[in-house]
């Protein structure tokens, strides 16, 4: 890609469309009593997937983009872990059957700062009130800095079967201006571990854009981390918004490296991924030859969500805990994102349900025209607005971004069908963006997280 084409798209602040609408155009007129509606809607032997949002940490990265409180004491966890499951119970008392789950995903915040028994009681507890399949995939997001055996063997046995571990990187400069120590022996250990009690699926996640990250250290990370063979590896850029995360003010912006420097590292870690053997899945996700991500992007069959990318193609995520986002068929909902605010709800008897967005047929077009352009590189628009009802036209009439798009040769279409040039996949998220009809509201808000 040019330096001209880095310089042009490559600091856009646009979502990442791990949803569609992003969350931006969520409101509070889908509230408690339609999620309700919606739960209740849910065809008895249809397979959902939950995610359970764990918003503590003992400690702050500064980087770090999530909703999350700092906690050195244990009660506030418990505390929370009682709401939760008060959740989880009006969840399935508004479904009016027992839900056959068939994913879960356990998100942070640090999931495994609770006890290992915590964490046993709360498998159970899911297991009581969901029908979870014998085959569900049970994922875990882990810090490896403060995992214990004793939580791995718990991991171990809740039958988690993916453990998605943050990396960002070895760097030692790097660690030490994004307030992040932690050596490769400490995340060595960690996954011998979690491979040692079962758990075959290990996800690393690198970061880049980083303050003092230069291309040789993003290189010598990558290398490190592959000699620890995890099966996937997820590289995301780092989005600097201290206006909306204050701790991110404790970052040296002069140490930012620029976009072009961006770009340079994120293609200089692909590059070294690919060559150890990674197949290259999507914007920023890599996965060993024989995994399910690269067989799903292999055949097309390959999604998103909250969670990136993803081989779940279940119609509804349920999701549980403070901010946590959910999706049926219907739209998508949120619930408090304060924690107070969200225990206050759920003690009141009703669900937490802040926001939400109902979703309109052009809506469900242009989320499907996003998600193959987003996993696929490509989307077939003659069939995809055949299949909803709608003409091609109705997407790129007057469509000035997708026309610029085509001028700067990024896209191409013929016979109805767009594919990103592969040079050009960097900026895959301004080719979904072009397809966006909210999107001067979404950019307004800076939005990165949907």
């Known amino acids: 890609m040019s330096r001209e084409l880095i310089e042009k798209y490559g600091e856009a602040r646009l979502p990442r469309y791990t949803s569609y609408p992003t969350a931006p155009r969520f409101a509070p007129g889908i509230g ?23 918003p503590f940490c003992r400690s702050m990265c500064w980087y770090c983009g999530c909703h999350t409180s700092i906690t050195q004491k244990d009660q506030p966890i418990l505390d929370y872990l009682d709401v939760l499951k008060r959740e989880i119970r009006l969840v399935a008392k508004a479904a009016g059957k027992p839900l056959k789950v068939g994913q879960i995903h356990f998100g942070g915040g640090t999931p495994t700062i609770m006890t ?52 960002q990187s070895f760097d030692p400069v790097v660690q030490k201006a994004i307030n992040r120590i932690q050596t490769e022996e400490q995340t060595g250990e960690a996954t011998r571990g979690l491979r040692a009690a079962g758990i075959d699926g290990i996800n690393f996640d690198l970061i880049y854009g980083l303050p003092h990250q230069t291309v040789k250290s993003c290189i010598e990370t990558a290398k490190a981390a592959i000699a620890m063979r995890p099966d996937r590896f997820a590289v995301f850029g780092y989005a600097h918004i201290p206006s909306f995360k204050k701790h991110q ?76 986002i959910g999706r049926t068929p219907e739209g998508y909902v949120q619930n408090d994102v304060a924690i107070g605010q969200y225990a206050q709800r759920i003690a009141s008897g009703q669900l937490a349900t802040a926001k939400g967005y109902r979703l309109t047929a052009e809506d469900r077009l242009r989320a499907q025209v996003i998600e193959r352009l987003m996993c696929d590189f490509r989307a077939d628009l003659a069939d995809l607005c055949a299949q ?38 960097f900026i895959i998220r301004a080719v979904a963006a072009s397809f966006d009809a909210y999107l001067d509201q979404s950019a307004r808000t800076h939005s990165k997280a949907a």
């Open 388 to 425: 909803h009802g709608f003409a091609v036209d109705q997407l790129l009439s007057g469509n000035a971004m997708f026309q610029r798009l085509l001028e700067d040769g990024i896209t191409e279409i013929a016979e109805g069908v767009i594919t990103v040039k592969d040079d050009c996949r």
């Open 116 to 167: 290992p028994q915590e964490f046993l009681d709360l498998s159970i507890f899911l297991l009581q009130e969901f029908d979870i399949t014998s085959s569900a995939g049970i994922a875990v997001e882990i810090d490896p800095r403060t995992l214990t055996p004793a939580m791995i063997r718990a991991l171990g046995q809740s039958g988690v079967t993916r453990a998605s571990l943050g990396v």
């Open 249 to 324: 003010r404790l970052i040296d912006e002069n140490a930012l490296p620029d976009a072009a420097a961006r770009h340079a590292q994120a293609e200089a870690i692909a590059e070294t991924l690919v060559a150890a053997g990674y197949r290259r899945i999507g914007l920023d996700h890599f996965a060993l030859p024989e995994d399910d991500l690269a067989l799903a992007a292999e055949t097309g069959s390959l999604h998103r969500n909250f969670q990136g990318y993803t081989t779940d193609a279940c119609k509804t995520l349920i999701g549980l805990g403070a901010s946590a």
């Open 32 to 54: 408690a009593g339609t999620y309700g509606d919606w739960l209740a809607a849910i065809p008895a032997n249809e397979v959902v997937s939950l995610y359970l949002h764990i």
